[in-house]
Structures are given as structure tokens and as C-alpha cells.
């Protein structure tokens, strides 16, 4: 059986039926949405199936959506199955206040320090990671900078005039 | 008077091949006085030995400097080290993000009298084009420099005429700069004893 | 890995002579191309454990980029991938032509491929010979370094540039390649395949190198696969999964090659996998060239697609025709219409997969732009590879893994 968005979107909805929304195309590769609680329950079915083996975790990363009440963090997984190349891509919406996800470092050895980037970004608490800490920046920083609220410049810095630069 | 150069003094277009010209100094029979800060500059500046601090993509840059096309060893830089107890000269290349800048200080302090630091490229001169959270804006914040190369990355001819500026620095510096009093004040702003 | 025995006593576990010691294979080491920092626990010389700690030069690129146009982008890019940093700037082109729906035509597909693949090499190149530098063979080395300036300096023809190339335009090039450029490509692939058999003979079957690196680092097919390896590092694991060949993106699908693939996954079948491919890259250099040179008329000035809302005109049209000031306006000033998207390419890097995720909302700057960074995810796997390992075997694995900093921090 040929593996295209259509079969793919059959068996997903087979399986999950309406708990997986928002099914989309943009630029051939599947997208849709899950719900916080079910992304390791489809990352295992994704992962065991024998028709869909999903089993390359290409990149997870997060996205900030300040002006989406309750659902500011998106958590992006894109996965592909290389026997019949194939890739696609879901989504997980979480509320910034509580961003608790379920850790995908059981499946995927991979997930381990994509997530680690993630919570050093955005904040995103992974419920099992193995050593959830910074990894990126360094270990003091209080804040989590790629959230839309912080500045990109270093707003202690005494050698750049913001005004030359066209900020400030 | 000095023996003449014999042999070798005409290269195959028939130039003639110049010597350097001695320090200024008082020659007599068998004997040439001159000052000590110059024969000891003399003999620092063609035998440096840099510490290559390579941190991005100056480092390759520096590689290629190091290669035989753009040759550094022609300037006495043939033993690059990589333990700050022997080197005389940092090069820091790259750019030095807040995380790196204790190390940095690190092995700054962990060299012996007399130093000195050359900071090759833009990011490690002043930040560079990251103008952002994370990226130390020039390593002057932390330790000071003596030459600063621009560039991104800045060409091997630019790191050689930075070399030869470092090497003229090194050259005419007096023997007691590092224990003068203006000396003592710039190590104080920074905060190293 | 073959056991060797030891003829040590043994001693009690816990007592308090076998202790393990702590070793920092600290950010600066002579063996740490890059600033990456391993703290190795240690029982004698053979390692317990191992823990990395990287960020030493995180320079916030994906901060950056919301801040940039896409077109400003490509310098950031350029600064990832330094040894290759073509190849980063054509997977980021490629990801915005696939956004704003840009076709380039074949000659400029083809003049990508060939900058490309020179990347490729140059980038192969200095892995292998910095792996020899590890194992002590520095004149390897020194013999190639020159080869690596011939490939600058083709890079410098076209773009201006040495190292961060900052090459091609979204929709092509900024000019067409110069008789000169095609006459230094021509010098290079005369010379440089007798220059890379003599440099692989002194490694392929030098008995010191292979003892030092067959069998050590090495990592089953399943492993990597979970690890996220992709690029050569997989493909010496047993897996033939290259980008170019899975999803073909500017043309690669018109060419002609082989990937090369391993066994083990030992240091010594990356060595050898990537000296395949930069034979393979020379492959389709000349393939390239030949296509390119056989465009004739009209065709062979094409260096770029058709696309005045994204490509910037030339100044001298700006200065006399309308439209094209229009355009020039309109781009710098960030008025053209960017679709609201989201798009996923990659690009066969040196080092493997490197993915663009860009997420537009229809502004001048992107909403969100996240890199797929080979380097990031395959340095997971240190720890495993190297448990057991002596330590001057650790080194010799992270000196083949090809870990270069500005690509493992963003």
C-alpha cells in the first residue's frame, strides 16, 4: 500500500478518531494537531505500526504564541519514515503557565537534548526527562529568552548606542 | 664595522637581497653595545608563541594562515602552544560567548609576564554581527588587548599585518613597562591582580 | 572492541583505591576542534563516563533570525556549518524559494550543485585530515590545506568571500560565474583527485591508523538511527540515507553517483566513508560542469530565476527604469507579499541532515525559524560511543565525529 497524506490521515483518524484536529497540507507535508496528554501515545503508535513506521525523529522544537490564551506553546515534532520517505509533522498546544509534556527520551534517544534546547528556550517542562537542565545558555540565566517577550539585545550593554542601531 | 654579507646576497633576478638593519647601537672592534630593551625586543618579537584560542569560524581562518600559502611560521610563530604557561601571545579568534568569557579569563591569567593579546575578528573585538543576550561584546570587557583585527574573518594577510603590528609592539616595549604605574592601573580596571 | 586483559590486582568495588578520576577535557584542549567541554570519569585510562557540556559559543541564531528579513538571514546561516558554509546558505535559498513558490532555472540548479559540493569537500577534507592530526600524522594536513585554498579562492571569485561566503541570492546568484572561476574550478579538478589518492594512502592501510581506529567508537545501525545520526556518520553505521538521493532538492535528481556506506560505524569506516564521498563529489563536479557548459545563447547567462518581488534588481536599472525602483523599494523596505506558511526543507550538509523550519507569518522577518542542526543531535551519542573507550581513543572519536561548534550551538 502506497503511504500517501490521505492513507496516512485514514489511520490516524482510525486509530485516535477525534482527538487529532486540524489536519493540513501546507507545502506536502501533513501537519495536525494533538492533545497534550496522547503526544506519546501517538509518537508509540507512530513508531509500532506496521504500516506507518515513523521511526526518525527528525527535530522537535517549540514555537511561542503570546496572544493565544491557553494555548501559547506549541511543541513541534517532525517525524519521517525513511523506508517509504515519508515526513510529517504534529503539533502540541500547552498552556504557558503549566507547559508540562510527556518526555519522548523512552523512544527516541534523540529527544533527549532537542528537549533540553526546548526547556532552555521556551520553559517547557518534560515530565521523565533524565536531566532536564540548561543547555545552551548559561546555567544562572533566570528568564527563558526565545519567549516573544524578551529583547534580543543584551540590555546591559554600555558600548552600543540603541539609538544609532534604529531600537530604542 | 659588521662582515659584510658574502654569500646568497643576489636571488635569481638579480636583486640584491636587503638585511634588516641592526638596533641603533655603538659598534666598536669585535663589540656592539646598544640598549638591552632593544636586543631583548629584538629577540621576543621573532620568536613569539601564540596560543591559538579558536573558538569559531576566525579559527579556520587562522588555519589557513598557519598553511603553507600564507605562512606564519615566517615570523617565528612556528610553535603554537596550547598551554597558556608557555605561550607569550593570546590570539583570541572567534567569538566569546558570556559562558566562555571565565575561561577566557582563565587562561589569560594563567600567562606568565610579559603578554600580550591579539584579538582577530570582529565578534571577538566588539560582538561582532550578534548583537544579542548570549555573545560577550568584545573581549576588552574581560581582559585587556593590545591589537584589534576586523574582519569577518578577517583575510590572512590582515592576520599577518596584525602579527607584525604585535611584533613592533613587542619590539620597541621597555623592559619596565610591567612593573610602571600605569601598567599596575590598567590590570586594576579590570580587576586583575 | 577487542579486550585487552588486565594484569592489574583487583580490587574491591567501593574500596577506596579504586576510585575513578575525574578528567575535564575542558572547552580549550588542543584536541577539542571547537569549544565543547567532555568531563570524563575515568578508572585508569579507560572511561567510565561521559558527560558533554556545550553552549560555549551559543550566539542565539534563531533570536537573530526573527529579527532579520530572509534575505539577511543567509550571513547567520553562513556561521552554523563554518567549514561548509555554502551548503548552508543554498539550504536556506532552497527553503525560501519553497516558501514564496520561486522555480529557479536548471543552470543556476547546476551552478548551485557544483558550489555545493566544493563545500562538501572542503569540509570532508578538513575532517579527515584533522583526524589525522589527532592520531599524530600532521602532514596530511599541511599537504591539504593547499588544496582548501585553491577552493577558497574559487569561492572568492564568485562571491568575494573566503569562509563565510554568504553566496547566492533567493532565485540565484548575485552574478554569473567569470571565465576566471570556471578556469580555477577546471585547475582544481584537474589536480586535486592524484592529491586526495596520495592523501588517503597514507592513512587507508598506514597499520597505526588502522589500529587506532578500527573498532573504537563504534555504533550499531539501530543506535544511530535513534540517536538522530544522518549524513556520514550514518551512512558508516550501514544505513544509505543521504538527502540528496530521499527527497532530491535543486536538481540532484538529473546526476549521476553512489553513496558510499560502512559497516561498522568504527572511526575508521567514517574516515574512509567520507573520503568516498569527496570521490563521489568530484563525480558530480564534473557532471555539473559539463552541464553548465553545454547551455549555449541565452541560456548560458542565466544566473538567476525570474522573480523581481524577491530578487533585487540590478542598480543600473534602478537608476533607469521605474519598475525596477519599485521593486528595489518595495524589497528593502519589506513590502513584497510573503506567504503565511509553515515549511520544512533540508539539505544534505557536510555533516548530515541540516533542516530549515521557518514558520512566516506574513511579515518581512520570520515568526519563527528553527534549525535541524546534525551536529546538536549526533553529539548525544559521545557518551555512548566512547563508554569503555581508552581515553586516546575518546579523542580520536570526537575528532571523526566532524563536531564543529558553531554548529552544535545555534
Given at each position: 500500500m502506497v503511504l500517501t497524506n490521505e492513507t496516512i490521515e485514514q489511520r490516524l483518524k482510525a486509530k485516535f478518531g477525534d482527538l487529532l484536529t486540524n489536519f493540513e497540507t501546507p507545502y506536502?507535508?501533513?501537519?495536525?494537531?494533538?492533545?497534550?496528554?496522547?503526544?506519546?501515545?501517538?509518537?508509540?503508535?507512530?513508531?509500532?505500526?506496521?504500516?506507518?513506521?515513523?521511526?526518525?525523529?527528525?527535530?522537535?522544537c517549540a514555537v511561542h504564541y503570546p496572544d493565544q490564551p491557553g494555548r501559547e506553546l506549541a511543541i513541534v515534532y517532525h517525524l519521517h519514515n525513511l523506508q517509504d520517505n515519508v515526513r510529517i509533522r504534529f503539533k502540541v498546544f500547552t498552556d504557558i503557565n503549566t507547559p508540562d509534556i510527556f518526555?519522548?527520551?523512552?523512544?527516541?534517544?534523540?529527544?533527549?537534548?532537542?528537549?533540553?534546547?526546548?526547556?532552555?528556550?521556551?520553559?517547557?517542562?518534560?515530565?521523565?526527562?533524565?536531566?532536564?537542565?540548561?543547555?545552551?545558555?548559561?546555567?544562572?540565566?533566570?528568564?527563558?529568552?526565545?519567549?516573544?517577550?524578551?529583547?534580543?539585545?543584551?540590555?546591559?550593554?554600555?558600548?552600543?548606542?540603541?539609538?544609532?542601531?534604529?531600537?530604542? | 664595522?659588521?662582515?659584510?654579507?658574502?654569500?646568497?646576497?643576489?636571488?635569481?633576478?638579480?636583486?640584491?637581497?636587503?638585511?634588516?638593519?641592526?638596533?641603533?647601537?655603538?659598534?666598536?672592534?669585535?663589540?656592539?653595545?646598544?640598549?638591552?630593551?632593544?636586543?631583548?625586543?629584538?629577540?621576543?618579537?621573532?620568536?613569539?608563541?601564540?596560543?591559538?584560542f579558536a573558538t569559531s569560524c576566525c579559527g579556520i581562518e587562522f588555519m589557513a594562515t598557519m598553511g603553507s600559502h600564507y605562512d606564519l611560521a615566517r615570523f617565528g610563530a612556528e610553535r603554537v602552544g596550547f598551554s597558556p604557561r608557555q605561550c607569550d601571545l593570546l590570539m583570541v579568534m572567534g567569538t566569546i560567548a558570556k559562558k566562555m568569557g571565565p575561561v577566557l579569563r582563565q587562561v589569560y591569567l594563567q600567562m606568565a609576564e610579559p603578554r600580550w593579546v591579539l584579538s582577530m575578528g570582529a565578534c571577538a573585538s566588539s560582538g561582532g554581527i550578534?548583537?544579542?543576550?548570549?555573545?560577550?561584546?568584545?573581549?576588552?570587557?574581560?581582559?585587556?588587548?593590545?591589537?584589534?583585527?576586523?574582519?569577518?574573518?578577517?583575510?590572512?594577510?590582515?592576520?599577518?599585518?596584525?602579527?607584525?603590528?604585535?611584533?613592533?609592539?613587542?619590539?620597541?616595549?621597555?623592559?619596565?613597562?610591567r612593573n610602571g604605574e600605569q601598567y599596575k592601573q590598567l590590570m586594576e580596571s579590570y580587576g586583575i591582580q | 572492541m577487542s579486550e585487552i586483559a588486565h594484569n592489574h590486582i583487583k580490587l574491591p568495588e567501593g574500596s577506596i583505591e579504586k576510585q575513578t578520576t575525574t578528567l575535564n577535557l575542558g572547552p580549550t584542549h588542543p584536541a577539542t576542534h571547537g569549544v565543547m567541554q567532555n568531563?570524563?570519569?575515568?578508572?585508569?585510562?579507560?572511561?567510565?563516563?561521559?558527560?558533554?557540556?556545550?553552549?560555549?559559543?551559543?550566539?542565539?541564531f534563531e533570536?537573530?533570525?526573527?529579527?532579520?528579513?530572509?534575505?539577511?538571514?543567509?550571513?547567520?546561516?553562513?556561521?552554523?556549518?563554518?567549514?561548509?558554509?555554502?551548503?548552508?546558505?543554498?539550504?536556506?535559498?532552497?527553503?525560501?524559494?519553497?516558501?514564496?513558490?520561486?522555480?529557479?532555472?536548471?543552470?543556476?540548479?547546476y551552478l548551485r550543485i557544483i558550489i555545493m559540493e566544493l563545500a562538501r569537500i572542503s569540509d570532508h577534507l578538513i575532517c579527515n585530515s584533522i583526524v589525522g592530526v589527532d592520531s599524530g600524522a600532521y602532514t596530511g594536513f599541511l599537504?591539504?590545506?593547499?588544496?582548501?585554498?585553491?577552493?577558497?579562492?574559487?569561492?572568492?571569485?564568485?562571491?568575494?568571500?573566503?569562509?563565510?561566503?554568504?553566496?547566492?541570492?533567493?532565485?540565484?546568484?548575485?552574478?554569473?560565474?567569470?571565465?576566471?572561476?570556471?578556469?580555477?574550478?577546471?585547475?582544481?579538478?584537474?589536480?586535486?583527485?592524484?592529491?586526495?589518492?596520495?592523501?588517503?594512502?597514507?592513512?587507508?592501510?598506514?597499520?597505526?591508523?588502522?589500529?587506532?581506529?578500527?573498532?573504537?567508537?563504534?555504533?550499531?545501525?539501530?543506535?544511530?538511527?535513534?540517536?538522530?545520526?544522518?549524513?556520514?556518520?550514518?551512512?558508516?553505521?550501514?544505513?544509505?540515507?543521504?538527502?540528496?538521493?530521499?527527497?532530491?532538492?535543486?536538481?540532484?535528481?538529473?546526476?549521476?553517483?553512489?553513496?558510499?556506506?560502512?559497516?561498522?560505524?568504527?572511526?575508521?569506516?567514517?574516515?574512509?566513508?567520507?573520503?568516498?564521498?569527496?570521490?563521489?563529489?568530484?563525480?558530480?563536479?564534473?557532471?555539473?560542469?559539463?552541464?553548465?557548459?553545454?547551455?549555449?545563447g541565452a541560456e548560458a547567462e542565466v544566473y538567476h530565476a525570474d522573480v523581481p518581488e524577491y530578487y533585487l534588481p540590478e542598480k543600473k536599472d534602478v537608476y533607469t527604469k521605474m519598475e525596477a525602483l519599485i521593486w528595489h523599494f518595495k524589497i528593502i523596505m519589506g513590502e513584497t507579499a510573503i506567504p503565511v506558511g509553515e515549511v520544512y526543507q533540508s539539505v544534505e550538509g557536510g555533516n548530515g541532515e541540516l533542516g530549515f523550519y521557518l514558520i512566516s507569518d506574513g511579515g518581512r522577518t520570520p515568526y519563527r525559524l528553527h534549525f535541524r542542526r546534525p551536529c546538536f543531535i549526533y553529539y548525544q551519542a559521545y557518551s555512548e560511543l566512547t563508554k569503555g573507550a581508552m581515553l586516546s581513543d575518546a579523542i580520536m572519536t570526537m575528532s571523526s565525529l566532524n563536531l564543529i561548534a558553531g554548529e552544535l550551538d545555534s
Open positions: 506536502g507535508m501533513l501537519t495536525f494537531e494533538a492533545p497534550k496528554d496522547y503526544n506519546l501515545k501517538l509518537l508509540q503508535f507512530l513508531y509500532d505500526d506496521t504500516e506507518l513506521r515513523f521511526q526518525f525523529l527528525t527535530t522537535l518526555t519522548a527520551t523512552n523512544l527516541y534517544s534523540t529527544a533527549n537534548w532537542m528537549e533540553r534546547e526546548t526547556y532552555d528556550f521556551y520553559g517547557v517542562n518534560f515530565v521523565g526527562h533524565p536531566n532536564l537542565k540548561r543547555i545552551l545558555n548559561v546555567d544562572e540565566m533566570d528568564y527563558f529568552p526565545m519567549r516573544k517577550e524578551f529583547p534580543l539585545e543584551d540590555g546591559t550593554r554600555i558600548d552600543k548606542d540603541d539609538a544609532m542601531f534604529g531600537r530604542g | 664595522m659588521a662582515r659584510p654579507v658574502q654569500y646568497n646576497v643576489k636571488n635569481e633576478t638579480g636583486k640584491p637581497v636587503q638585511t634588516v638593519a641592526p638596533p641603533e647601537g655603538y659598534t666598536g672592534e669585535g663589540f656592539f653595545t646598544t640598549k638591552l630593551s632593544d636586543v631583548v625586543g629584538l629577540a621576543r618579537k621573532n620568536s613569539l608563541w601564540p596560543l591559538p550578534f548583537d544579542t543576550y548570549s555573545v560577550l561584546q568584545g573581549i576588552d570587557q574581560i581582559i585587556p588587548v593590545d591589537v584589534y583585527i576586523p574582519g569577518c574573518p578577517p583575510r590572512p594577510e590582515a592576520v599577518l599585518d596584525g602579527f607584525m603590528k604585535i611584533q613592533e609592539l613587542v619590539g620597541k616595549e621597555s623592559i619596565r613597562r | 568531563i570524563l570519569e575515568l578508572d585508569g585510562e579507560r572511561i567510565v563516563s561521559a558527560e558533554q557540556t556545550i553552549g560555549y559559543i551559543h550566539r542565539a533570536k537573530l533570525a526573527e529579527r532579520r528579513p530572509l534575505y539577511q538571514i543567509t550571513t547567520i546561516t553562513d556561521r552554523m556549518n563554518y567549514c561548509s558554509s555554502p551548503i548552508n546558505n543554498m539550504g536556506w535559498h532552497i527553503t525560501c524559494e519553497k516558501l514564496l513558490k520561486v522555480k529557479t532555472p536548471k543552470r543556476v540548479d599537504y591539504v590545506m593547499q588544496y582548501r585554498e585553491l577552493i577558497y579562492e574559487i569561492y572568492e571569485e564568485i562571491c568575494g568571500s573566503r569562509l563565510t561566503t554568504n553566496i547566492g541570492r533567493i532565485g540565484g546568484f548575485e552574478r554569473n560565474f567569470t571565465n576566471a572561476a570556471f578556469t580555477k574550478l577546471e585547475k582544481f579538478m584537474d589536480e586535486y583527485p592524484k592529491v586526495l589518492t596520495e592523501f588517503e594512502s597514507l592513512f587507508k592501510r598506514n597499520r597505526i591508523f588502522m589500529e587506532r581506529t578500527q573498532g573504537t567508537g563504534a555504533i550499531s545501525a539501530e543506535r544511530a538511527l535513534n540517536y538522530g545520526f544522518t549524513g556520514p556518520n550514518l551512512r558508516a553505521a550501514g544505513v544509505d540515507y543521504d538527502v540528496r538521493i530521499h527527497t532530491p532538492y535543486s536538481s540532484y535528481e538529473d546526476f549521476d553517483f553512489t553513496v558510499p556506506v560502512g559497516s561498522t560505524g568504527d572511526n575508521y569506516d567514517r574516515f574512509l566513508v567520507r573520503n568516498e564521498e569527496m570521490r563521489q563529489s568530484l563525480r558530480i563536479l564534473e557532471q555539473a560542469y559539463r552541464k553548465v557548459q553545454a547551455f549555449t
